[in-house]
């Protein structure tokens, strides 16, 4: 269920908004990556592909590469292209980088290898960024300012979930200077600027190299799902940059809801995800009461967690779009809240599944979907 590498470096790198991705792959590869990502914004492809068919995996693709570098440069208005070898050209040994310096464009050029059979889909996202990390320049720190690492432009609820969060630190009298991997190429550069550095779930190897090279502390988080989620990331936030800030929600929200939420007391449940998962599950286990019976990271075995929800109690599924035919098979609702989500749309950006205001929009989400089902 892990997209492998190529996967990760794709997520990572589209993150840069105004950045051009040219994909160094076949076209069902390119198709993959880019299917994922139609249903968070359609208004921004910003992504190309060589289109490697068997003559370049006989007789090589630098020429076909050479050739994209120079159309993509011709065809759109970007400060960077950023070009992901995946595994064909590992394979068979192009020289990505030669045909790269061979080659004068407009635009800068960044090249990484990211062979999907070389590592999982969060290898490639900590490598890419990594990789990314030679563009940032040194910058005079801005004060009670932080990045949050961690995001992707595919990730659900992504867009309301930044616009949540943001919120929420700037209440607290926090600056967010960056948001990676969801910014513009000089933001990218600029994020050695921060005070500190904010690792939501992954890119804490960008955070140590940023450590290093920069001197910007950084801290590790999870996701925050829920009252008190949300309530431990602002204050740890808050007092690591000494503003002095108490979080406060309101519950009001929550009492119109009683009863449903005193009938769904003691559910059972079971949760799948990338890093987001055992996040959602404290914040159903702490918050909603649910009983959480079997939960696993995308990591793990799939199938041991599958006939672990088979043999459960489990009455609502947690997960992705992948989770689709266990649920059908169970005959249970699915409530889909991390990466890959293909059947859903995000179109507003104030129905956020993280922070305070995100906990409202969750639970009813859950509720509605609970109410509906059959």
Known sequence: MDGGKFFGA??????????VVLNHVPVG??????????????FDMRHACTVMHEREIVFGGEDALREALIRADELYDTPI?????????????????????????????MWMEA????????????EALTHLAGLMNESDMIENSVNLIGFSPDDFKV?????????LLRDAGVE????????????????????????????????????????????????PYGLEGTTQLTSAISEELGTGHEPEFDIEPFKKVYLYL???????????????????ANFLNWELGFNVEVSAR??????????????????????????????????????????????????????PYAGFRGAVCLTEAIINTVMSYG
């Open 10 to 19: 794709f997520r990572a790198s589209s993150g840069i908004t105004d950045a």
């Open 115 to 126: 062979a999907g059979f070389k590592g999982s889909m969060r290898d490639g996202y900590e």
């Open 81 to 109: 292209l950023l070009v992901i070898a995946g595994d064909a050209p590992s394979i068979i040994g192009d020289d990505v980088g030669a045909v790269v310096n061979s080659v004068t464009l407009d635009a800068e050029v």
């Open 159 to 167: 867009d309301a979930d930044v616009k949540e969060i943001k919120r």
């Open 262 to 280: 005193h009938e769904l007391y003691g559910t059972p449940v079971s949760i799948i995800g990338d890093f987001h998962a055992e996040a959602m």
């Open 298 to 351: 995308n990591v793990d075995d799939y199938f041991e967690f599958e006939e672990g929800v088979r043999n459960s109690n489990t009455t609502i599924l947690f997960g992705s779009s992948f989770e689709q035919n266990i649920a059908r098979t169970l005959d249970i609702p699915l409530i889909r809240f991390c990466y890959p989500v293909f059947d859903n749309v995000c179109v507003y950006d104030d129905a």
């Open 176 to 223: 967010v200077n960056s948001v990676i991997s969801k910014c513009s190429l000089e933001q990218f550069k600029k994020a050695p600027a921060a005070e500190l550095n904010v690792v939501l779930g992954q890119g804490s190897k960008l955070a140590e190299h940023m450590k290093i090279e920069f001197g910007v502390p950084y801290l590790e988080m999870e996701y």
């Open 29 to 42: 590869c390119n198709w993959g990556a880019a299917i994922f990502k139609t249903t968070s914004n359609q």
